[in-house]
């Protein structure tokens, strides 16, 4: 199984929600990441768990809110956002999150639209 | 800062050309990612390079370390290949990606 999964695949949420994405794999790896892509723009890294630990975080607003409740799981929890953050959330993972160069393995994406 | 350039940055192709994408990076990295990405789908990852060349099907990936530069190609190319190709040099946990290629293959 080299699947990464993600839901929901869209989100509409207005800037009081408070809403959450979750991403999920089975595959053992111990790195986790999101990513935001903007339309026509590359990825840009967001967050990094490295064995259920956050390890980097990309200076993000703290409207944003990781979670690693345990190796397979990632969540996104989204709280008074902003229009200008409607974008696509890609959740990665990898064997490792260290120098050591693995493979990222990407998931499908939720399409999130602010209004 | 490690700065990945990609070209050409949009790709009209025949059914069943040769389509090559090149990637020139600044800096010594770890490994190189080629991805691919439908319009507004997911991330699909291609291949990862650390030196040499590697083939999957009609795909073949080379890189030149010494040069900083690698190559995507795509032999017998078809319309479901139409995608974006994106470029991404790895640097210890962060990788850095390309603007992309968008390919076109038309029947």
């Known amino acids: 199984d080299t699947e990464v999964t993600q839901t929901p695949k869209h989100l509409v949420m207005g800037m009081t929600n408070k809403k959450s994405l979750k991403c999920e794999q089975h595959?053992?790896?111990?790195?986790m990441y999101w990513y935001k892509q903007k339309a026509k723009k590359p990825p840009e890294l967001m967050f990094v768990y490295s064995y259920e630990k956050l390890s980097i975080n990309e200076s993000v607003p703290s409207r944003f809110s990781p979670e690693c409740p345990n190796s397979s799981l990632l969540n996104l929890h989204l709280h008074a956002l902003q229009p200008e953050d409607s974008a696509l959330y890609l959740c990665?993972?990898?064997?490792?999150?260290?120098?050591?160069?693995?493979?990222?393995?990407f998931g499908p994406g939720t399409r999130l639209t602010v209004t | 800062k490690n700065e990945v350039e990609q070209s050409p940055q949009n790709l009209t192709a025949q059914e069943g050309e040769f389509i090559t994408i090149n990637c020139s990076y600044s800096?010594?990295?770890?490994?190189l990612h080629w991805l691919q990405q439908h319009p507004g789908g997911g991330i699909v990852s291609l291949f990862m390079l650390s030196s040499g060349k590697k083939k999957h099907g009609r795909l073949i990936a080379t890189i030149n370390i010494q040069e900083k530069h690698s190559s995507l190609h795509i032999t017998a190319s078809h319309p479901r290949d139409s995608a974006v190709y994106i470029c991404?040099?790895?640097?210890?946990?962060?990788?850095?990606f390309g603007k992309g290629t968008l390919l076109t293959v038309n029947p």
């Open positions: 990665a993972s990898s064997q490792e999150g260290g120098p050591n160069t693995y493979e990222q393995y």
């Open positions: 991404a040099t790895r640097s210890n946990y962060k990788l850095t």
């Open positions: 595959m053992g790896h111990r790195a």
């Open positions: 800096v010594g990295i770890s490994a």
